[in-house]
Structure formats: C-alpha cells, structure tokens
C-alpha cells in the first residue's frame, strides 16, 4: 500500500541543513518519507515526529535516534519539552492529505468514492464532516465554504445544502454531491466537488487555525540559525505561511524597528517558493499544487 509520496523531497531535505549532532522534528510523519531522508543524515542527533492519523505508527522504524508521537503538531511544544528538548535545528511539515488517506474509501476525504462523510484525520475525534453539515446554520457554514473553499457562490451552496439535509440527512459523499450537483460549473465539476471537500476537511480539522499554532511553537523553538520547511497544497495555507515567514505574523504585516530597519525573526531563503518541475509531477501528479517555503531564524 502506498501511503504517501513525498512531493519535493529532495528539496526540503536540503532545505533543512541538517546537521549530523542536531535535533529535528517532522511534523507530519505520514508513511516516513521525509523522516527517512533525514535519519540517513543523522549520526547521533535525534529526531523527533508527530502524526495524529494512528495509521502512521505502522511506518515508525526501529530507531532508537526516533522518537513518534502519535499527536496533532499543535502540541508541538509541550511534547517537545516534556521529552527534555528545550530546543530544535529545523522543522519539517508536510501539509499535504496522505494517498492513504484519500484512497481509503471510507474516511471520507474524497468525492470519487461513494462513502460514510468522515474526513477525520483523527479518528478519536467526535466531529465528522456529516455530523458538522447536520447541524451548522446556513450561514456559518456559507462562511466555511467561502473561506476554506474559496467559492464565491457560497451561500446558494450553503442553501442548497441546508435544503437538502431538511429531506433527508447527509450522511455520505454521494449525498452531499447530489445536494450541490446543481450548483457545479459545467466542464469544471472536479474542481467544483473539490472544493466543497477541501472546505469541510479544513472545518472539521481546524487545519488553518492548528497550523498557526504550530508555527509559533516552532518558531519559539527553533534555534538561531534552525530552518522552517513547510510545504502547502492550497492557497489558503501557503498565504498563511508565506506572511508567517516574510514578517513573524499572519496578516503580513511589516513591522520596523526604532530605525526603520524591518523587523522578523526569519530570513527568507525561498523568496517565492519552490514548486515541482515537469519531471516529479509526470511521476506523481499530486505533487502538481505543491509548494515548498524555507525559511531560517535570525
């Protein structure tokens, strides 16, 4: 079974300088793609990974120089310091929805697969994507679409939705397909459907508001001189990261010292991101949105 392949990995790996003697976290284990690449770079330093999807832990190799944590990053800190590393040298995380997650018809995470609506990473978690549907006023859940899907017929989406869940509850992807199915663009239902998915994936895993928290964990972590490596798949995460690393904020905006001189804990070493070339996409075309960031703390 393919759970993942990395996109951009030879990249990131060296985007992250690492350093025999120093201590690293990946922060989206998944099937260990990365984790790999950075182990064989390791003499005695230690690395430390997280993944709150249990599946994971069945790609966990016998390293003693590993340490997984079967935790979302937003933890990031706390399991840091409760395992004694007051400290790190890089940071990697891999945004993307593992394969395995998306081809593992009853999780939910896609459209072409008539399934139960779940998309939880965290299967411990109570909040499925049918669950939020049921019961979040139209409004709101025009927001989610709005904000997460960026689509801008969002409330006749919203409405549609709402209407169709008065008939009968909607509780699989088929069903919530049929409630919008009127709504997509001709020639560009795909990217329609993949949207409305996205939207609710990234409500019901609090995926934006959690990747903010763990970007200030990590940047109170990182040592002087330690890399941030993130890759995003969409635009909504990549502006988050993107603002995060050129300013020290989310909203992008630059803040100056006494002198004027710009003040930001990071010196941007990707200045508008990698993306993969024809040759990585032609071998895996999901790494087609990809982007890769790189940034070091000052």
Not at 17 to 32: E, L, S
């Amino acid at each position: 079974m393919t759970y993942h392949i990395p996109a951009l990995l030879d990249e990131s790996i060296e985007g992250l300088n690492i350093r025999p003697y120093g201590i690293y976290v990946d922060a989206t284990f998944g099937g260990g793609g990365h984790s790999t690449e950075i182990l064989k770079r390791l003499s005695t330093g230690k690395l430390i990974t997280f993944d709150q999807d249990e599946d994971a832990r069945l790609n966990v190799p016998d390293d003693k120089r590993l340490l997984f944590l079967e935790q979302n990053f937003r933890f990031l800190k706390n399991n840091l310091i409760f395992n004694g590393i007051k400290s790190i040298d890089g940071l990697i995380a891999d945004l993307g929805v593992s394969f395995h997650q998306f081809d593992e018809a009853e999780r939910g995470f896609t459209f072409r697969h008539d399934a139960p609506l779940d998309m939880r990473m965290n299967r411990k978690g109570t909040l499925t994507a049918a669950s939020l549907i049921q019961t979040i006023d139209e409004p709101l859940l025009a927001d989610i679409l709005y904000n997460y899907g960026e689509l801008t017929n969002s409330r006749r989406i919203a409405k549609n939705i709402v209407e169709s869940r008065a008939k009968k509850p909607i509780s699989t992807t088929g069903d919530l397909m049929a409630a919008v199915e009127k709504l997509a663009p001709v020639r560009h239902e795909n990217k329609f459907y993949a949207k409305v998915f996205q939207s609710l994936r990234i409500a019901v895993n609090h995926e934006i508001d959690f990747l903010k928290e763990m970007l200030l964990q990590a940047l109170e972590m990182l040592n002087a001189g330690g890399r941030l490596v993130v890759i995003t798949y969409h635009s909504l995460e990549d502006r988050v990261v993107k603002n995060f690393m050129r300013t020290g904020n989310f909203e992008g905006t630059n803040t100056k010292d006494f002198y004027g001189n710009p003040e930001t804990p990071f010196r941007v070493i990707t200045k508008k991101g990698i993306i993969p070339g024809p040759e990585e996409i032609a071998r895996n075309s999901r790494s087609r949105s990809a982007r890769l960031r790189i940034a070091e703390k000052i």
